[in-house]
Structures are given as structure tokens and as C-alpha cells.
């Protein structure tokens, strides 16, 4: 229970909350910083906002212009979108990564002070899609398929997988070699041992995924077709999102031209559930469990 005399203490201002959208910004890219809090009441007297120690803007209602902005190299704030509770930055580059804080003070009497921090990462994405190589065109049972995928330059290093018919390869090998502004060029190696299992359905798939957190994600495909089909080797390289009657055809093209390059850009997921089941698994339903075995 509580004594009469605590009704009447001013407890003022309390969850400073910094929200940021979104926390991973692509190289020139734009981030909004929201600054919640609960004043219970009491007047605001400042908001600043700081990139690590350096205060870049300052809302102070009670002074005239309100808004204030001390420039902090590489930091662009939209002063039409911002205010005493957000800021927008745009143009945002590599080195704005960090800390990111807003500090909030109450009026008098009690000028009380809260800080909220949040990380804002800047990343730069590869510029192409990654690219993927064999040492052959053509693999006889016994033989080992060596593959090498590169991804671009990029900052962080891209994430790179190679796959042998959806099955995660380990690497042999895996290089992150540093190039100018800080970004990094990624490069896998792996090695198959190739056997007769590993063409379920008559083919052998490698694939390359290059992909940076949950906003970027790209491939590279080679297929590889059984040993015994023996027609004139052909090289076909396909883009993009054919119609599912185009890709039909092409499928039968395939049948009939070996081997087959593939590379693309589609996603993971597109790739995945529209293209491989959509168009593999349903003519070969065994398809997919084989591959394990294989
Ligand atoms: C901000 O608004 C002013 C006036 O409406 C406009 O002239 C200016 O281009 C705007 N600036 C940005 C960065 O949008
Ligand atoms: C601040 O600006 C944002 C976006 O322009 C707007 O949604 C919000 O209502 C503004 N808040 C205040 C306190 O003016
Ligand atoms: C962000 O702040 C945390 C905690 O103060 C600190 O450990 C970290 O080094 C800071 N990160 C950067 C990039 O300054
Ligand atoms: C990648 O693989 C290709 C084909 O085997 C080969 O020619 C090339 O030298 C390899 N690159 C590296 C850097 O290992
Ligand atoms: C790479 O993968 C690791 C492990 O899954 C993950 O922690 C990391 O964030 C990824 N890096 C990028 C740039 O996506």
C-alpha cells in the first residue's frame, strides 16, 4: 500500500524505445529511425539522435526552429520526414554502419533522461549473380566432378553453397578474397565422386546459391546428363521466367541436347517449388527421396 505522499511524486518519462526499418539497409539505401517513449505527461523538452557519440539532429520543441541538424560526414537526414519522434536517412553508405541512438529528456522539474540504441548495418550486394564452373562438360561414373562457384564483391562476404542435385556440398575449399572499398569476392571448391546414382531421373544437377541474410539471394546452375545418353554436347544457357509451356519445351529439348548449362537468377524459393517440382517431380515422382540415396 502505498503512502499519500508517493501520488504526488512526478514519475515522468519512461520506455525510450528505438525502432529501426529496416536494420539491414543496402548501400544507398534509406532507414527510418523511430523514437517511441512514454512522457507520462510531462512536456518533452529534447530528442537527439547520435551515430555512436556524434549527435547528428535534434528536435527541442521549445526553441525556434525546432529541428536542428550538425553535419556528420555521410549522413543525409530528410528533414521533410523527420520530427521530434523519427528521423529519415537516406543515401545511407558502407561506413554508416553502428550504433544509432536516440536520447530522450523530459521538461523540468525533473529533466530526466532515457537512451535507446540500435545497430544499422549497411551491406553491399554482389553485382551479378554468382558464378559457377566445372572442369568438364561431361562426367563417366568414376570420374570426380571438381566445381568452383565465385561469387562478386560484396560487404559482408556472401553466404556460398553448392549444391549436387539439392544437397548441400561440403567445400574443399572456401576463399574470401578482399577487393578495393572493403568488399569481399567469395569462392567455393568442391569435388564429386560421380556415380550412376547421382542421375536420378537421367540427370545431375550443381547448383550455386549466393546469398546475404533474407535480401539477397541468387544461382547458378549446371546440369549434367547421364553417361549412356550420347548425342552431340550442346550448350544452352536459359534467363529468366519462361512460361511454364516454354520450359515444358524446353524439357524436351533437353532430352534431346546434352548436356545442358543452365544459369539463372531465379530465388531460392521460386526455383525450388516452381520450377524443379512443377516440372521434374510430377513426370518423375520417385525423383526427390532418390536423390538422398543417391
Ligand atoms: C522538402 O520539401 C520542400 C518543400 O516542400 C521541397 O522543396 C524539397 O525538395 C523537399 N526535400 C526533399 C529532400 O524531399
Ligand atoms: C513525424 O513524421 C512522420 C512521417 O513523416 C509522421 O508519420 C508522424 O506523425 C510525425 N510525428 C510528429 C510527432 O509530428
Ligand atoms: C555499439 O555499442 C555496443 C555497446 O555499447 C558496443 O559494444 C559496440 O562496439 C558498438 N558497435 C559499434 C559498431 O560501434
Ligand atoms: C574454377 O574451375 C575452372 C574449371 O575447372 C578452372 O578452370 C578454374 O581455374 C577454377 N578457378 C579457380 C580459381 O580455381
Ligand atoms: C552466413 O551464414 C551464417 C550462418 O548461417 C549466418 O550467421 C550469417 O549471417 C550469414 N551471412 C550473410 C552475409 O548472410
Partial sequence: MRAPFELEVVTSLRDVRLLVEPTIVIRGGTAALICSRDMQGAPLYSVKWYRGNHE?????????????VFGLPGIYVDMNRSNGSQ???????LGLAGNFSC?????????ATQIATRIIDVIA?????????????RYQPG????????SPPARPSANVTIYVNEEPMRATETSLRPSDSGLFTTKVNVEIKITPGLFPGGR???????????????SAKLDFLTPETDPRPERIT????????????????????????MADDYSFEEDIS??????????TPGLVSSLVGG
Fill in 87 to 93: 528521423v529519415l536517412l537516406r543515401r545511407m553508405d
Fill in 238 to 261: 536459359l534467363n529468366g521466367g519462361a512460361p511454364r509451356t516454354i520450359l515444358n519445351w524446353f524439357l524436351l529439348f533437353l532430352v534431346c541436347f546434352l548436356p545442358m548449362v
Fill in 56 to 68: 547528428f539532429y535534434r528536435f527541442t520543441p521549445m526553441e525556434e526552429p525546432d529541428t536542428r
Fill in 125 to 137: 550486394l554482389p553485382t551479378s549473380i554468382p558464378i559457377l564452373k566445372s572442369d568438364k562438360d
Fill in 103 to 111: 536520447e530522450v529528456t523530459a521538461e523540468s522539474p525533473s529533466f
Fill in 143 to 150: 570420374e570426380v566432378l571438381r566445381a568452383n562457384c565465385t
Fill in 274 to 283: 516452381n520450377y524443379y517440382y512443377n516440372n521434374y517431380d510430377e513426370e
Fill in 204 to 218: 545431375l544437377r550443381v547448383a550455386c546459391y549466393a546469398s546475404m541474410y533474407n535480401v539477397y539471394n541468387k
